[in-house]
């Protein structure tokens, strides 16, 4: 029976032939991701370009750390109650949560928002257990008050553990600007860091004691990010719940979930500090 050729193509035929199909799906594909990015890009009206906070707030919202209201605004101004502080800090280190922790303290309520049902128990949990709060009383947190300006820079300062302030550094502020020595002392170690770059209206005249705004949160959450505990980082790279980043000195960092090793620091420990994977 004779067996006639050319009928079926050859696979390297084949795949000539789907070739162009395959890069057509593909420029469809990313097409539709790039529109997807843009639609889900934030646009706040009131941060625009020349808003102090700006770079922060926009960094911050499109890491999913931080978001507007209903209405398309960000309300820069507003202030940011303990629980909300706790879940903003939380996903800016990138911390596991999950629905075991416990939380220690009995003021903090449970299942506020319906599209985070770890919201705020949860957050203020992993908060206290990585000792970034120590609440307001060993068993209250008080959630709904507004976190001060002198609370957030102390837990940003606890979450980064910064070491002291060197011997004879004096910042642009004075004790007597602070409720406790305690909060002077972590202003020192975060103003030294280059924790407090950017803050509207720091030195002589800034009151601590008053509620941080939305805007001065992020800006010290984008501080964190891009100084964390030493040198300037020169890049940031972001997991699902672990991020990367280069210094200036060439050394590579990591923190977060590090399941499988995947920090690359040898072990399979979570790491809730920069902690250093290679670099001369």
Known sequence: MAIKTGS????????????????????????????TTAAAAPNFPDVPAHHPYHQAVYELADRGIISGYADGTFGPER????????????????????????CP???????LDPHDPLYPDKYVAVCAAHRITVGKTPTTFDPYASI?????ITMVVRAAGLPAAPS?????????????EEHYANAGKAH????????????AGYNFTLPASRGECAQMLYNL?????????????????????LKTDGSLWAWGDNGSGRLGEGTQVQ???PTRVAGD
């Open 8 to 35: 079926v193509p050859s696979r390297g035929r084949r795949v000539a032939l789907l070739l162009p199909m395959l890069a057509l799906t593909l420029g469809l594909l990313l097409l539709s991701f790039a529109a």
């Open 168 to 180: 004879g550094y004096t910042p642009p502020f004075t004790t007597s600007q602070f409720s406790t």
């Open 225 to 245: 990010l891009v100084r964390g505990s030493g040198a300037p980082w020169t890049h940031l790279a972001a997991g699902g719940n672990y991020s990367l980043a």
């Open 271 to 273: 790491r809730n500090q």
């Open 79 to 102: 202030p940011v109650l303990h629980q909300q502080f706790a879940k903003m800090i939380v996903k800016t280190l990138t911390l596991r949560v999950s629905t075991e922790a416990h």
């Open 105 to 111: 303290f009995t003021d903090v309520p449970t299942n």
């Open 192 to 203: 030294h860091a280059g924790l407090l770059t950017d803050l509207q209206g720091l030195g």
């Open 148 to 152: 001060t300006r002198e609370q957030l």
